[in-house]
């Protein structure tokens, strides 16, 4: 697999532009390979992973979820206002075809980390062509 240098303005998608102005969010990942797997990792800190939902579906990775605020204190005069709230989506091409149906997925320290089992490489069918004579 070719390494692709990731730029913050050739990935974005124009759903995930359009997403950012309507109150939602791209979480950043990290997508990386061993041997035998694709794993994806994604900081969620602070989020309800109950309210979370990772699927595959033909070699795409999708993660979807809400994070809510939470506080008392509604009216502020805020300096800065930085920390996302609200939904969010990301949807990313795999580089390999994936068993989508054996990933797990596991989160620790506020770190999501979905392992995803690489597919068999499919060997390509030799026909031996028979001539008459």
Known sequence: MALIK???FLDMEPFEEMGKMMGAFTPAIDM???KD???VETQLAGIDLEKVNVSIENDVLCIKGESEKKSEV???NYYRKEIRRGGFYRSVSLPT???GDAASAVAEDGVLKITIPKAQAVKPKTIKIKTKK
């Open 32 to 34: 990386y390979e061993d």
């Open 97 to 99: 075809h994936v068993l």
């Open 6 to 8: 990731w730029s913050p």
């Open 37 to 39: 797997n694709v794993i």
């Open 74 to 76: 509604e009216d502020k």
